[in-house]
């Protein structure tokens, strides 16, 4: 989002639920100026979502994935010389459900 308001091309790939969680990050990343053409909406799973908890001894990452529309996704359609895939999601030892 901080890349489209810098008024580069930039593209969400991802799937997401048929859900009120799905449609509300699909629309304000839609309306921060990112082309959400690329995402899928799965009406039989649910958007997955990631919580950061920070504490004073550290951040602890919770990651509700597992049986989500984007735990559903095999590959990623894009390519060309202008791609540069990216993802935002943090490497983490400590996993939730």
Known sequence: MN???LGLRV??????GADPL?????TR???AGVDVSLV?????ASTGVFFKDLGPHGTNVHYYR???AAAAMDRM???GPSSSPACGVAPTSRRSS
């Open 3 to 5: 890349l489209a308001g």
């Open 11 to 16: 593209a969400w790939c991802s799937r997401v």
């Open 22 to 26: 799905g449609e509300l990050v699909t």
């Open 29 to 31: 990343i839609g309306a």
């Open 40 to 44: 899928e909406v799965d009406p039989t």
């Open 66 to 68: 597992r049986g989500s």
């Open 77 to 79: 359609p894009l390519s």
